[in-house]
């Protein structure tokens, strides 16, 4: 599991300016840049809020890393690790 210290988030791997929503740890935060994935998931995604811009903060992991708990636009909501991977973040 990565972590960040909240001021520089380190845990994107190879690019620590840009990465996927399944790599970052707990406390990790950044902005959406990018959503991917098939039509339908793509779509499911865009309506949870997943929208370009749009803040999102990893709160934690399930003991066995899947399900993993975000916090966007105000409230909470919990993604697989093959839908997180979809969502492209910028961290800050």
């Not at 190879?14 to 935060?29: H, K, W």
Request: charged share 20%; with cysteine.
């Amino acid at each position: 599991m990565n972590t960040c210290d909240l001021t520089g988030c380190n845990a994107c791997g190879g690019n620590p300016q840009t990465c996927s929503l399944n790599t970052l740890g707990a406390g990790c935060r950044g902005f959406v840049v990018a959503v991917s994935g098939d039509a339908d998931l793509r779509r499911r995604l865009l309506e949870m809020g997943f929208c370009n811009g749009a803040n999102v903060e990893v709160i934690r992991r399930a003991p066995l890393g899947d399900p993993i708990e975000f916090r966007l636009r105000g409230y909470h909501l919990s993604l697989r690790e093959e839908q997180a991977k979809c969502v492209h973040i910028a961290t800050r």
